[in-house]
Protein backbone atom coordinates (compact mmCIF):
# COMPACT_ATOMS: atom_id res chain seq x y z
CA UNK A 1 0.00 0.00 0.00
CA UNK A 2 1.05 3.63 -0.98
CA UNK A 3 1.12 6.47 1.29
CA UNK A 4 1.60 10.10 0.84
CA UNK A 5 3.33 12.77 3.03
CA UNK A 6 2.64 16.35 2.13
CA UNK A 7 4.70 19.41 2.92
CA UNK A 8 4.04 22.78 2.60
CA UNK A 9 6.32 25.13 0.50
CA UNK A 10 6.16 28.73 0.77
CA UNK A 11 7.04 30.99 -1.74
CA UNK A 12 7.59 34.87 -1.40
CA UNK A 13 6.28 34.07 2.29
CA UNK A 14 6.87 38.31 2.85
CA UNK A 15 4.47 39.75 0.07
CA UNK A 16 3.30 37.27 -1.79
CA UNK A 17 2.35 37.51 -5.16
CA UNK A 18 -0.67 38.25 -7.07
CA UNK A 19 -1.89 36.15 -10.21
CA UNK A 20 -3.45 38.33 -13.23
CA UNK A 21 -6.07 36.70 -16.17
CA UNK A 22 -3.79 37.31 -19.87
CA UNK A 23 -0.41 38.95 -18.08
CA UNK A 24 1.23 35.69 -19.25
CA UNK A 25 3.45 33.30 -17.44
CA UNK A 26 4.75 33.62 -13.76
CA UNK A 27 7.72 31.47 -12.33
CA UNK A 28 7.51 30.30 -8.76
CA UNK A 29 10.49 29.25 -6.62
CA UNK A 30 10.98 26.57 -3.64
CA UNK A 31 14.06 25.97 -1.53
CA UNK A 32 13.53 22.10 -1.48
CA UNK A 33 15.40 19.36 -2.95
CA UNK A 34 13.93 16.11 -3.99
CA UNK A 35 15.23 12.76 -2.50
CA UNK A 36 16.41 9.66 -5.15
CA UNK A 37 13.96 6.84 -5.38
CA UNK A 38 10.67 9.04 -4.34
CA UNK A 39 8.07 10.30 -6.54
CA UNK A 40 6.59 14.03 -6.22
CA UNK A 41 3.20 15.77 -7.18
CA UNK A 42 3.00 19.55 -6.29
CA UNK A 43 -0.25 21.36 -5.72
CA UNK A 44 -0.62 25.09 -5.59
CA UNK A 45 -2.88 26.67 -3.37
CA UNK A 46 -3.96 30.83 -3.42
CA UNK A 47 -6.49 32.78 -2.27
CA UNK A 48 -8.07 36.24 -3.73
CA UNK A 49 -5.77 39.11 -2.89
CA UNK A 50 -8.38 40.72 -0.45
CA UNK A 51 -7.91 42.03 3.29
CA UNK A 52 -8.04 38.93 5.12
CA UNK A 53 -11.08 39.78 7.19
CA UNK A 54 -13.09 40.45 3.97
CA UNK A 55 -12.47 36.73 2.81
CA UNK A 56 -15.70 34.88 3.39
CA UNK A 57 -17.38 37.37 5.26
CA UNK A 58 -20.80 36.98 4.89
CA UNK A 59 -21.86 40.88 4.63
CA UNK A 60 -18.89 42.12 3.16
CA UNK A 61 -18.59 43.47 -0.23
CA UNK A 62 -16.81 41.00 -2.21
CA UNK A 63 -19.52 40.38 -4.92
CA UNK A 64 -18.58 38.36 -8.04
CA UNK A 65 -15.04 38.22 -6.28
CA UNK A 66 -13.45 34.81 -7.93
CA UNK A 67 -14.80 35.98 -11.02
CA UNK A 68 -11.96 38.49 -11.97
CA UNK A 69 -11.84 37.55 -15.44
CA UNK A 70 -15.51 38.35 -16.31
CA UNK A 71 -16.03 41.69 -14.61
CA UNK A 72 -16.92 44.72 -16.29
CA UNK A 73 -16.84 48.55 -15.22
CA UNK A 74 -17.59 49.92 -18.67
CA UNK A 75 -21.15 48.47 -18.79
CA UNK A 76 -22.31 48.34 -15.05
CA UNK A 77 -25.34 51.25 -14.65
CA UNK A 78 -25.44 51.34 -10.91
CA UNK A 79 -23.12 48.42 -9.10
CA UNK A 80 -19.17 49.00 -8.91
CA UNK A 81 -19.16 46.35 -11.58
CA UNK A 82 -21.16 43.90 -13.40
CA UNK A 83 -20.69 40.81 -14.56
CA UNK A 84 -19.77 39.88 -18.32
CA UNK A 85 -21.93 37.21 -19.36
CA UNK A 86 -21.18 37.81 -23.11
CA UNK A 87 -20.91 34.79 -25.46
CA UNK A 88 -19.92 35.55 -29.49
CA UNK A 89 -20.97 32.03 -30.75
CA UNK A 90 -23.31 29.41 -29.05
CA UNK A 91 -21.44 27.15 -26.61
CA UNK A 92 -22.90 23.65 -25.39
CA UNK A 93 -21.42 24.01 -21.90
CA UNK A 94 -22.97 25.65 -19.06
CA UNK A 95 -21.60 29.19 -18.06
CA UNK A 96 -23.40 29.70 -14.40
CA UNK A 97 -22.62 31.69 -11.15
CA UNK A 98 -24.38 29.56 -8.07
CA UNK A 99 -25.12 30.46 -4.25
CA UNK A 100 -26.70 28.27 -1.67
CA UNK A 101 -28.97 29.37 0.80
CA UNK A 102 -29.35 27.77 3.99
CA UNK A 103 -32.74 27.65 5.37
CA UNK A 104 -33.76 29.70 7.54
CA UNK A 105 -31.58 32.56 6.39
CA UNK A 106 -28.77 34.61 8.44
CA UNK A 107 -27.85 38.32 7.79
CA UNK A 108 -24.31 38.70 8.47
CA UNK A 109 -23.95 36.65 12.48
CA UNK A 110 -27.71 37.84 13.28
CA UNK A 111 -30.88 35.24 12.11
CA UNK A 112 -33.62 36.94 10.17
CA UNK A 113 -36.48 37.23 12.14
CA UNK A 114 -39.51 37.40 11.50
CA UNK A 115 -38.36 35.01 8.19
CA UNK A 116 -41.37 36.04 5.80
CA UNK A 117 -42.73 33.87 3.56
CA UNK A 118 -43.18 36.37 0.59
CA UNK A 119 -40.06 36.65 -1.39
CA UNK A 120 -39.09 38.63 -5.10
CA UNK A 121 -36.02 37.42 -6.76
CA UNK A 122 -34.54 38.60 -10.17
CA UNK A 123 -31.54 41.09 -11.53
CA UNK A 124 -30.79 43.83 -13.75
CA UNK A 125 -29.32 42.84 -17.31
CA UNK A 126 -28.07 44.84 -20.52
CA UNK A 127 -28.09 42.89 -23.36
CA UNK A 128 -26.86 43.34 -27.41
CA UNK A 129 -27.84 41.03 -30.24
CA UNK A 130 -28.68 38.24 -27.15
CA UNK A 131 -30.59 35.00 -29.10
CA UNK A 132 -31.33 32.10 -27.69
CA UNK A 133 -31.41 28.67 -29.49
CA UNK A 134 -34.12 27.15 -27.99
CA UNK A 135 -33.91 24.27 -30.28
CA UNK A 136 -30.74 22.96 -29.26
CA UNK A 137 -32.21 22.97 -25.69
CA UNK A 138 -30.38 26.51 -25.44
CA UNK A 139 -31.42 29.02 -22.04
CA UNK A 140 -30.00 31.97 -19.80
CA UNK A 141 -32.17 32.59 -17.02
CA UNK A 142 -31.97 33.09 -13.06
CA UNK A 143 -32.92 29.64 -11.69
CA UNK A 144 -34.44 29.00 -7.75
CA UNK A 145 -34.20 25.71 -6.70
CA UNK A 146 -36.05 25.20 -3.49
CA UNK A 147 -35.39 22.06 -1.17
CA UNK A 148 -37.70 20.96 1.55
CA UNK A 149 -36.53 19.24 4.97
CA UNK A 150 -36.64 15.57 4.83
CA UNK A 151 -35.87 13.19 8.42
CA UNK A 152 -32.24 12.16 7.51
CA UNK A 153 -31.21 14.39 5.46
CA UNK A 154 -28.93 17.23 6.28
CA UNK A 155 -29.92 20.81 5.18
CA UNK A 156 -27.18 21.65 3.47
CA UNK A 157 -27.42 18.33 0.90
CA UNK A 158 -28.65 19.45 -2.86
CA UNK A 159 -28.37 15.30 -3.72
CA UNK A 160 -32.48 15.24 -3.80
CA UNK A 161 -34.01 16.80 -6.88
CA UNK A 162 -35.35 20.05 -5.86
CA UNK A 163 -39.10 20.34 -5.13
CA UNK A 164 -39.98 23.57 -6.71
CA UNK A 165 -37.96 25.52 -9.36
CA UNK A 166 -38.60 29.16 -10.29
CA UNK A 167 -37.28 30.71 -13.18
CA UNK A 168 -36.76 34.18 -14.30
CA UNK A 169 -35.55 34.85 -18.25
CA UNK A 170 -33.71 36.74 -19.83
CA UNK A 171 -35.24 38.67 -22.82
CA UNK A 172 -33.85 38.36 -26.06
CA UNK A 173 -32.53 41.49 -28.62
CA UNK A 174 -31.33 44.35 -27.29
CA UNK A 175 -31.88 46.72 -24.51
CA UNK A 176 -30.41 48.90 -21.53
CA UNK A 177 -30.30 47.92 -18.08
CA UNK A 178 -33.38 46.22 -17.54
CA UNK A 179 -34.95 44.57 -14.39
CA UNK A 180 -36.23 41.10 -14.73
CA UNK A 181 -37.73 39.61 -11.46
CA UNK A 182 -40.39 37.31 -10.42
CA UNK A 183 -42.44 37.13 -6.78
CA UNK A 184 -42.35 33.56 -5.11
CA UNK A 185 -42.89 32.17 -1.52
CA UNK A 186 -40.50 29.91 0.57
CA UNK A 187 -42.01 28.22 3.64
CA UNK A 188 -40.13 29.52 6.28
CA UNK A 189 -40.52 26.19 8.49
CA UNK A 190 -40.94 23.74 5.87
CA UNK A 191 -37.65 24.98 3.16
CA UNK A 192 -34.20 23.33 4.07
CA UNK A 193 -32.51 25.70 1.48
CA UNK A 194 -32.79 27.65 -1.49
CA UNK A 195 -29.63 27.50 -4.26
CA UNK A 196 -29.99 30.40 -7.13
CA UNK A 197 -28.20 29.69 -10.51
CA UNK A 198 -27.48 32.46 -12.84
CA UNK A 199 -26.54 30.53 -16.24
CA UNK A 200 -26.94 29.36 -19.56
CA UNK A 201 -25.89 27.83 -22.59
CA UNK A 202 -26.37 27.65 -26.68
CA UNK A 203 -26.93 31.67 -26.37
CA UNK A 204 -24.93 34.12 -28.22
CA UNK A 205 -24.85 37.99 -27.79
CA UNK A 206 -23.12 40.78 -25.54
CA UNK A 207 -25.16 40.51 -22.33
CA UNK A 208 -24.17 41.64 -18.97
CA UNK A 209 -25.30 41.34 -15.07
CA UNK A 210 -25.55 43.53 -11.77
CA UNK A 211 -27.60 43.48 -8.94
CA UNK A 212 -28.71 39.91 -8.26
CA UNK A 213 -31.26 39.52 -5.24
CA UNK A 214 -33.59 37.54 -3.38
CA UNK A 215 -35.48 40.08 -1.01
CA UNK A 216 -37.76 40.72 1.39
CA UNK A 217 -38.36 42.55 4.25
CA UNK A 218 -35.29 45.17 2.76
CA UNK A 219 -32.65 42.64 2.93
CA UNK A 220 -31.22 40.64 -0.50
CA UNK A 221 -29.24 37.46 0.50
CA UNK A 222 -27.43 37.81 -2.62
CA UNK A 223 -24.64 39.70 -2.10
CA UNK A 224 -22.01 37.54 -2.52
CA UNK A 225 -21.74 35.57 -5.74
CA UNK A 226 -18.68 34.02 -6.14
CA UNK A 227 -18.12 30.89 -8.18
CA UNK A 228 -16.41 30.57 -11.21
CA UNK A 229 -18.32 31.10 -14.62
Keep these: MNFERYQCLWSDTDE ?32 TSQFYQWKNEPDAHYQYALLVDSLDTE ?5 QYCLNFSSAEPQPYVRRIYKKILWKPVLS ?11 QAGFFASAEGLVIDRARGGYLHMALEIR ?6 ST ?16 EGTYDMTEFSAALQIDPDRTA ?5 IEGKYYS ?19 DFSLPV
Excluded: C
Design 16 to 47: GKTLHVGRGPEEFSFDYAPKDGRRFRLFSVGE
Design 75 to 79: HTKVS
Design 109 to 119: YLAMKPVPSAW
Design 148 to 153: YKRDGV
Design 156 to 171: HSTGNAPDEIITVDFA
Design 193 to 197: SVAVW
Design 205 to 223: GSVYLERPYLSSAGQNLLP
